[in-house]
């Protein structure tokens, strides 16, 4: 396996930074995993190299990305970009993901040569959310696995949004780097302008590909009953809901990264295994959004 950096330019012109990993022997024709990190997320956090290292020593173009809003820097280590953090939306997002697809459709990733008939998104928390919306509207794609992922966008109290509001901003800590973390009014305007398409489980219910939950038991952050609801609005049996006894929302995985975990290796393994199962088998779909 070996891994070729790239950056190209959002609709607005601002970078996506990223990186496609290519499995060892014949890349040409490959399917590929479009990796999507979460808030506060970013491509090299944690388990994500991992992560991507795992799914192209199993066969798979993986290719992993900065979201523009991520705020992390051209170091890629560091929040060095906040004003970007703070002007993120949930559309921004979804167009940044378009982009890295049309660019992967158009040749425009380095080396990566993929079976466009067999590509797949996974995403871990309300980068899950962006992969599920995404992969509903998009006919490109063709398996979802998500990781952790939130059932709604809407995760503030009456008193956060009033005061959100008021300000124009609210502030989250980030309690590795202890930065405060601005994001504009405009986060919220967005969701609201666009309730009913970023309703996520409503999403699901009208998703039409495989579709592989994975879900932490003990997840603190975004709590195992937000996996179970995605999983219902599923037909039965056209979904599959994997629960991690005794992991939290990041599988026992740290940043700086320190290692794998037994949780860690379920989740790496039930999603490469479910992938090679139903990506490699993905029905050609025509056209796309």
């Not at 891994?3 to 399917?31: H, K, Q, S, T, Y």
């Not at 002007?87 to 940044?96: A, N, P």
Request: hydrophobic share 40%; aromatic share 8%.
């Amino acid at each position: 396996m070996r891994g070729v950096a790239f950056e190209l330019p959002n609709r607005d012109g601002l970078p996506l930074r990223g990186d496609v990993l290519l499995p060892d022997g014949e890349a040409a024709g490959r399917p590929t995993v479009v990796v999507c990190h979460g808030f506060k997320g970013f491509k090299n956090w944690g388990f994500f190299p991992e992560l991507g290292r795992r799914l192209a020593q199993g066969g798979f173009l993986t290719i992993l990305f900065n979201f523009s809003g991520s705020g992390i820097g051209p170091d890629l280590e560091n929040f060095t970009e906040l004003d970007r953090f703070a002007g993120d939306t949930m559309s921004r997002q979804l167009d940044d993901l378009g982009c890295v697809l049309d660019a992967l459709e158009a040749g425009r990733l380095p080396e990566a040569a993929p079976d466009l008939e067999r590509v797949a998104l996974l995403g871990h928390s309300r980068g899950g959310a962006a992969a599920l919306l995404r992969a509903r509207d998009d006919r490109r794609i063709g398996a979802v696995v998500t990781w952790a992922a939130v059932s709604t966008l809407w995760r503030y109290s009456e008193r956060e949004l009033g005061a959100w509001k008021r300000q124009g901003f609210l502030e989250f800590l980030n309690t590795r780097t202890q930065q405060q973390m601005r994001i504009d009014y405009t986060a919220v305007e967005d969701l609201e302008e666009n309730r009913e398409r970023y309703d996520v489980v409503r999403a699901v219910a009208e998703l039409q590909i495989p579709l592989l939950l994975v879900h932490g038991e003990q997840d603190l952050s975004v709590p195992v009953q937000e996996g179970r609801e995605l999983l219902a609005a599923r037909t039965p049996g056209s979904a599959t809901l994997h629960e991690v006894q005794g992991a939290g929302h990041t599988f026992g995985a740290v940043h700086p990264w320190a290692g794998t975990t037994p949780a860690l290796e379920e989740a790496m393994r039930v999603s490469l295994e479910w992938l090679q199962a139903h990506l490699r088998l993905a029905p050609r779909r025509e056209g796309h959004a």
